[in-house]
C-alpha cells in the first residue's frame, strides 16, 4: 500500500459475475442472495483503515454443500470468491479487492458434536468462540482460544488467531485437529482424522491454518478442548514503567510460573479503559494475570509472582476468585479497543501488532514508545506480553493525509523492528494487505516464492480472496 493509510497499493481489474452466474445464484439461494447496496457494503467493510471494497453478491450458506455449489459455480467464470466471518478483521483480509461473490457463514453455525472423552468438538465454520464456550458449560470443558473479539472459528482459523489464553494454551494453530475445506474447483476435502496425532502424508490442517481465505474456505473445524482447572484467580496490579510490567511477566515464565493470562496495557490505555468502563484503574502500565490449577498451587504461584512484581516496583495486587468478580476485572481489557477509540473522537485506529522474542519484548516495547513521543503521535499500546505480542491502536482523523502518513509509517518503522528483534510483522492479526509487502523481508524471497507456489498449485485462477497474502 501507499504510505497513505486505506490507498491500495496499485489498482485492480474487477471480476465481476456475469447476469447469468448472478440469476443461478438468485434461482438457487432466493432470499439468502443478495445484491442489496447496504448488504454489499457491510460485506465489504472492516475494521481496517481501508475505504469499503464491497462484493458484487453475497450468499448466505448453510451448508458445506451449498459453499461447494457456489464455488463451483464461480470457478466456472473465474470470479473472486471471499470469505466472511463477523468482519472483525483489522489488516483488510476481507475487502472484496477485484469484486466477486462473497460467502457469509453466520448461518453455518451449529456446534456438531462434543466430545468430553476426546476433548475435541466439531463446529461449522460460522460457530463463533463465545456460541462455542456456551455449548460447553456443562461439560467441565472449555476452548481457549479468545482474541477478545467474538469471532468465528472459521475466521480463527483462516487468521491462526491467538490471544489472552495463548500463553498458557496455546494458539489456533495449537488447538486444531483437522478441517473441512472447500478447494478451488469444487471439491471437499477433510484435512485430518480426529487422531491427536498422524505421521500419515502433509500437514494439511496446518497449510489452511493462517491462509487468510485464499487457498480454501473452512467450512468446519474440530478443535481441541481443555478441562477447567479446579479454581481460577485474577489479579490486577499497577507498575511505574511499561518495562517493569514486561520484565515481571517474563522473570515469572521463566521461573515455570504457569500463567493463564499476561495482558499488559500502558497508562494510556488505562485511561481510555476508566472513561469508557468507569473503572478507577490507576493510570499507569498495569498488568492483568490470571491463574488456573488446584487452590494450593494458586496460592504458591501467586506468592511467587507477587515477590517477582515487588523486585520490578510493582504495587498492590487487587485479587478476584469468583466468576463475577473475574468478569468485573477482565471486561475493561476485553473492551480495550472500544475504549481507546474514544480517546479522540472521529478516529479511526491503524491498529497493528507485532511479535517477538520473550527476551526482546522488553527493548521492542520501550523503543516503540520511544518511537510515540518522538513522533508526537496517540497510540496506546497493549498485549499478550507472556507470548511476545503486542498491538498499537494509532488514532487518526480518518480525513487528514499527514495523520495517516504519520500512522503508516509508524507502523512501517514498527514492523522493522520487530524484524530486527527476530520476531514478525503479524503475531496474530494476519497478513490481509497491509502486511504483504513485508513478507519477503521476514522469510526471504525464495520462501515468498514457495508460498505463491502453494497458491498457484491450489487455486490456479486467483478465485480465493485475491490480492491478499502473497498477491496475485
Request: charged share 20%.
Amino acid at each position: 500500500m501507499d504510505s497513505v493509510a486505506g490507498t491500495p497499493a496499485r489498482s485492480r481489474m474487477r471480476r465481476s459475475p456475469s447476469p447469468e452466474l448472478l440469476a443461478l445464484l438468485q434461482r438457487k439461494f432466493a432470499d439468502r442472495f443478495s445484491t442489496s447496496s447496504a448488504v454489499l457494503q457491510q460485506h465489504g467493510t472492516d475494521e481496517s483503515t481501508y475505504p469499503p471494497q464491497p462484493p458484487d453478491a453475497v450468499v448466505f450458506v448453510c451448508s458445506t454443500e451449498e459453499v461447494a455449489f457456489v464455488v463451483r459455480a464461480c470457478a466456472s467464470e473465474r470470479v473472486p470468491v471471499i470469505g466472511f466471518g463477523v468482519g472483525s478483521s483489522v489488516e483488510g483480509h476481507l475487502l472484496a479487492v477485484e469484486g466477486g461473490v462473497c460467502i457469509d457463514f453466520s448461518r453455518l453455525n451449529k456446534v456438531l458434536a462434543i466430545r468430553p472423552g476426546d476433548l475435541t468438538a466439531t463446529v461449522e465454520a460460522g460457530v463463533t468462540r463465545g456460541q462455542l464456550n456456551a455449548a460447553l458449560t456443562e461439560s467441565g470443558f472449555f476452548f481457549s482460544v479468545d482474541p477478545g473479539a467474538d469471532a468465528s472459528i472459521g475466521g480463527m482459523v483462516a487468521t491462526a488467531a491467538s490471544g489472552t489464553n495463548t500463553v498458557r494454551y496455546g494458539t489456533m494453530r495449537d488447538n486444531l485437529v483437522s478441517l473441512t475445506v472447500v478447494t478451488a474447483n469444487g471439491d471437499v476435502v477433510r484435512t485430518a482424522s480426529r487422531a491427536r496425532k498422524s505421521s500419515a502424508g502433509y500437514n494439511l490442517t496446518q497449510l489452511y491454518c493462517g491462509s487468510e481465505g485464499t487457498l480454501g474456505l473452512i467450512t468446519e473445524a474440530t478443535v481441541r478442548l481443555h478441562p477447567h482447572p479446579e479454581a481460577y484467580a485474577a489479579a490486577v496490579v499497577n507498575f511505574p514503567s511499561v518495562r517493569a510490567a514486561v520484565d515481571c511477566v517474563i522473570e515469572s515464565i521463566q521461573m515455570g510460573v504457569p500463567l493463564a493470562r499476561a495482558e499488559m496495557l500502558d497508562a494510556l490505555t488505562i485511561r481510555a479503559v476508566n472513561a469508557h468502563s468507569r473503572t478507577t484503574l490507576g493510570e499507569s502500565p498495569t498488568l492483568f494475570l490470571e491463574f488456573g490449577a488446584s487452590r494450593t498451587q494458586i496460592d504458591e504461584q501467586a506468592g511467587i509472582v507477587r515477590e517477582i512484581a515487588a523486585g520490578h516496583g510493582g504495587g498492590e495486587f487487587q485479587w478476584a476468585n469468583r466468576q463475577e468478580e473475574r468478569s468485573r476485572l477482565w471486561t475493561p481489557r476485553h473492551h480495550a479497543y472500544f475504549a481507546c477509540l474514544q480517546l479522540k473522537a472521529g478516529s479511526r485506529s491503524l491498529t497493528t501488532d507485532a511479535c517477538v522474542p520473550l527476551s526482546a519484548l522488553a527493548q521492542c516495547i520501550d523503543e516503540t514508545q520511544a518511537d510515540i513521543a518522538e513522533h508526537g503521535l496517540l497510540v496506546p499500546v497493549f498485549g499478550h506480553v507472556g507470548d511476545g505480542n503486542f498491538h498499537c491502536l494509532v488514532l487518526v482523523d480518518p480525513h487528514n493525509a499527514a495523520e495517516n502518513e504519520a500512522a503508516e509509517a509508524f507502523s512501517h518503522r514498527l514492523v522493522h523492528r520487530a524484524l530486527r528483534h527476530g520476531g514478525t510483522c503479524t503475531g496474530e492479526h494476519g497478513v490481509g494487505m497491509h502486511k504483504m509487502k513485508y513478507l519477503a523481508e521476514e522469510h526471504g524471497e525464495h520462501g515468498v516464492a514457495l508460498m505463491r507456489s502453494i497458491k498457484q498449485a491450489l487455486d490456479p485462477h486467483d478465485i480465493f480472496n485475491p490480492g491478499k497474502v502473497v498477491g496475485a
